[in-house]
């Protein structure tokens, strides 16, 4: 049980310390020796050492302010002090101060390693408890946040599976649905949990700031560089990094993030030191990330890299047991936000929800929520959800395509490519379709094919679509 490598500070005068870090050595344990309280307080600092062994009367300071101020930097930290039989009562004392054991001089080898040796095994017994506690509050907290369906389910028990390695993940999944949720499950499940987790929206920050962003810089990289910069990899230290709409991240910015992930180590802008990243890497997006990297828009080593395992979120429109209870659980918080006592609502209401596709899941179900219960004053009726109007679940009509999506291929194109080309036909044919049912308004576009604001604003730039707005 007791971990590898564990590191054990020694505080006392050389001689001792000389003699008690062969000890360890001879166990594999790694000694660290400090001959004041002060520095050792300093090397609890610094060393994050396993366990503490001390004099009772340090030189510079009482034994039980070391204890004190010992126990303030690590909580856990088992303090083994060492006395002479004439302040037995002393050690007692500094044992219900929350030492945890004592050794009488002269020291005995077999009984010095007893209990160090428990101490460590005590540690660790307390960190898998807490970290299985933890455990048990995150799928628990996961599954409260989305739901009680199956699907729910099966997502709790592919995150708790995966977090347990050292995998970097895809979470695939529609706008809303909740991918940052499963990042920051799967972290809280990791051994890598006592760590930061760091989110980074790759389609939010300008081409010009990503990188700055992601690896930091050096103080006059570039013009407005006036001070030294720590970038989220850094920031993240051992822990996770999530990474959301990878498929906006630039190709040149995508090479650096494959060198890094290999590599482990990274370059601020305008620095010549390698920085140590030994971060975990989340990849989200709403896109079809293995054909973004057939046509060039991806990295295809960069989608292979990522996807050591892939996690799914299914849409709320998929997940109808959950559409309830998730607008319940709304109500609820809106009404202690608000201070309202909405009790819940009507049949029609009821029907309403559970008739819509929520093209924007989760979050669109939750602003709907809120907006309701500001018109609403006993139930939430049908009318206070303002979805009357709108067709619950909308099928595209007969779709239009250009006559160059039904021509035969030409010349000897691979198959692959042909693919390609008619992909992109039917997709710039559908977005035009579409746009010009909703008179150009890209926002109700986005919404009718499932999609996000940016990720169609892309689209239209890519194809070239002009958009007429009809007012």
């Not at 909580?75 to 006395?83: F, G, H, N, Q, R």
């Not at 004439?86 to 054991?101: K, Q, Y």
């Not at 369906?149 to 529609?174: P, Q």
């Not at 390698?274 to 990330?289: E, G, I, K, T, Y």
């Amino acid at each position: 049980m007791i971990p590898p490598a564990s590191k054990i500070l020694i505080v006392d005068h050389k001689e001792l310390c000389a003699v008690l870090s062969e000890y360890m050595e001879h166990e594999g344990l790694i000694p660290v020796v400090a001959h004041s309280g002060e520095a050792a307080l300093e090397m609890i600092r610094s060393e994050h050492p396993d366990a503490l062994i001390v004099d009772l009367k340090p030189p510079d300071m009482d034994g039980m302010q070391l204890l004190k101020g010992a126990k303030a930097l690590d909580e856990d930290l088992p303090v083994i002090l060492m006395t002479g039989y004439p302040e037995i009562r002393g050690a007692v004392a500094a044992m219900r101060a929350g030492a945890h054991d004592y050794l009488a001089k002269p020291l005995k080898h077999h009984e010095v390693l007893r209990v160090v040796f428990r101490a460590l095994n005590e540690r660790a017994l307390k960190r898998k408890l807490r970290r299985l506690s933890s455990q048990i509050q995150d799928e628990s907290s996961l599954r409260e946040t989305m739901g009680p369906s199956d699907a729910v389910s099966r997502l709790i028990s592919e995150v708790t599976r995966v977090a347990k390695t050292n995998f970097s993940v895809l979470i695939l999944g529609e706008t809303g649905s909740g991918k940052e949720l499963v990042a920051h499950a799967i972290h809280q499940l990791s051994p890598r949990c006592e760590a930061p987790f760091m989110a980074v929206d790759c389609g939010a920050i300008p081409e010009t700031l990503l990188e700055s962003e992601l690896f930091g810089h050096e103080k006059g990289a570039y013009t407005g560089a006036d001070r030294q910069k720590i970038g989220k990899f850094e920031m993240a230290g051992e822990g996770t990094l999530f990474l959301d709409e990878i498929s906006n991240m630039p190709l040149g910015s995508q090479a650096k993030l494959l060198r890094v992930l290999q590599e482990k180590t990274l370059y601020r802008i305008g620095g010549t030191e390698p920085v140590s990243a030994d971060v975990r890497v989340l990849a989200a997006s709403n896109q079809d990330l293995q054909r973004l990297g057939e046509s060039g828009s991806l990295r295809r080593d960069v989608y292979f890299r990522l996807n050591e395992f892939t996690i799914s979120v299914p849409p709320l429109r998929e997940r109808q047991e959950d559409i309830l209870y998730l607008a319940k659980r709304f109500l609820d918080l809106t009404n202690l936000e608000l201070q309202r006592n909405v009790k819940g609502f009507t049949q029609s209401a009821v029907d309403v929800l559970l008739a819509y596709s929520w093209p924007g899941n989760v979050r669109q179900l939750r602003s709907a929520i809120r907006r309701a219960m500001l018109l609403a004053d006993d139930l939430v009726a049908a009318h206070h959800l303002g979805m009357e109007s709108v067709s619950p679940k909308r099928e595209l009509p007969h779709l239009e395509c250009d006559q160059e999506a039904h021509e035969s291929p030409q010349g000897d194109l691979p198959l692959k490519e042909i693919m390609h080309r008619k992909v992109v036909v039917m997709e710039r044919a559908i977005l035009a379709q579409v746009l010009r049912e909703t008179a150009g308004n890209k926002a109700k576009a986005a919404r009718v094919l499932h999609i996000d604001y940016k990720t169609i604003n892309s689209k239209i730039r890519q194809y070239g679509i002009s958009i007429e707005r009809k007012d």
